[in-house]
């Protein structure tokens, strides 16, 4: 009898070990934790996550792990719910963009939480990081755009991501994972109807992901039995939620091909990915063109279908709001030469520039961009002026691309920027050197010694 996707995946988790990754995978392993870590501990102060924190703190639980946005020890769930929360409400965290999945928030938590409550070493969590990027990318991959329509994907497919980091770490057998897959998978979920209102409830979707995630595996550790064909069945998750599902894509080349994790994304800035380009595009105009804001009469914005599905009718009627808002972010980027996090403030979206600027912004669809998504998430800005003159910029790979990457100075000189309002230097300089030299840790327990999580100086932002 053939064997299930699930078993083919667990088979492939249980073989995978830290002396089997190559360098730049080790190399980039690391780099996605202390990309991570900067927008846990940047979001850690925002009105979503005080509540998340509220709500972990009134359910208690054994001292097992560390809660990112304040340095309190809670259980190893709990945890994971809290950190991935935070890690994903400045829209800074990572991204993969065939799977158009933030891998990072729902698998980094799990595996982190395990780790540090068992002691493991660096180069066991990194492993496991490793896994779960594997598996929640090849998952949105073989749901495809269909999926992503009324699913985030970072929720549905972060889940099975986080169950096989913590299923690595918890040295669960091949059949333990299948079952932690089916429980994973019978408990996917996470809608994008939030984004109409721009409702907190996005912080919800890694949260859960990397938590019920977790659940799977302890539960499966346990004995717990989930489906075995919690992907291709008859009732079974692509049959649920994708109209045109490629199931393949979760085991072609699985163990042969490079890893997925070597395919991430980092962001340069604060807002929904498929704006990257478009802020890009903006922000060569104003370096190419001698352009002064109020010349500006129109500016055309050519996006792919995909993008618009989800962006076209966002209002930035609050600071979360406006991280997908394109009108926004264009504006912002040519008004200020950059969208980071601290540029969504309520005085700031109200300001008369902005607004006009905003007013300009027509946003339309382009076949030909369609064509090449979402290998390239591919923007053109053009931009007329008072003047009689017309601008173009086209961008393929924003910035943060493995096409065209961030290098390690500028993921450190993120993380500052990140985190410079929480932490101080101190503090900071010693999480950055224990992620680059994560493979090296005795033990994870030791990543946040020393390390003050309770100097908080004020809000990074208030998205709401």
Known sequence: ???????????????????????????????????????????????????????????????????????????????????????????????????????????????????????????????????????????????????????????????????????????????????????????????????????????????????????????????FTGASQIFEGEKGLARATSAEPDLGRLTEGLGTRPLRILETSFKAHAA??????????????????TITPNEIAK???RLTSAALDLLEKVEPVSPYAAKFSVPYCVATALLRGRVFFDDFREEWIRDQAVRRLMSTVVLQRDPDLDRVYPHKWPAVVTIETTRGTRHDARVDYPKGDPKNPMTEEELIAKFHGLTAHIIPEASRSLLIERCLLLDKLDTVQRLFDGVDLTHARGPTTDPS
């Open 1 to 223: 009898m053939a064997q299930t996707i699930s078993q083919r995946l667990g088979e492939f988790i249980s073989d995978l070990g830290y002396e089997k990754l190559p360098a730049d995978v080790v190399r980039t392993a690391k780099l996605c934790v202390l990309d991570w870590l900067g927008s846990a501990i940047g979001g850690g102060s925002s009105r979503p996550v005080r509540m998340v924190a509220d709500v972990v703190r009134a359910l208690g639980g054994h001292p097992q792990a560390t809660g990112i946005p304040d340095g309190s020890k809670t259980s190893c769930h709990l945890a994971a719910l809290l950190n991935a929360a935070s890690s994903h409400v400045l829209e800074m965290d990572d991204l993969h963009k065939p799977s158009v999945l933030h891998p990072a928030a729902p698998v980094i938590p799990a595996a982190l939480a395990v780790a540090e409550r068992d002691g493991l070493p660096g180069a066991a969590l990194i492993t496991a990081i490793v896994a779960g990027y594997e598996v929640a990318i090849r998952a949105g991959e073989a749901l495809g755009p269909s999926h992503y329509q009324f699913w985030h994907t970072t929720a549905t497919c972060g889940v099975f991501g986080a169950a096989a980091a913590a299923g690595t770490l918890l040295r669960l057998s091949p059949e333990q994972l299948v079952w932690a897959f089916g429980s994973a998978g019978t408990q996917s979920a996470g809608l994008w109807e939030f984004l109409v209102e721009g409702a907190m409830s996005k912080q919800l979707h890694p949260a859960k992901a990397a938590a019920d995630g977790l659940l799977s595996a302890f539960l499966a550790e346990r004995g």
């Open 299 to 301: 500016i055309t914005v």
């Open 272 to 289: 929904c990915y498929h704006i990257h380009s478009s802020i890009d595009a903006a922000l060569i105009l104003k370096a190419q063109a």
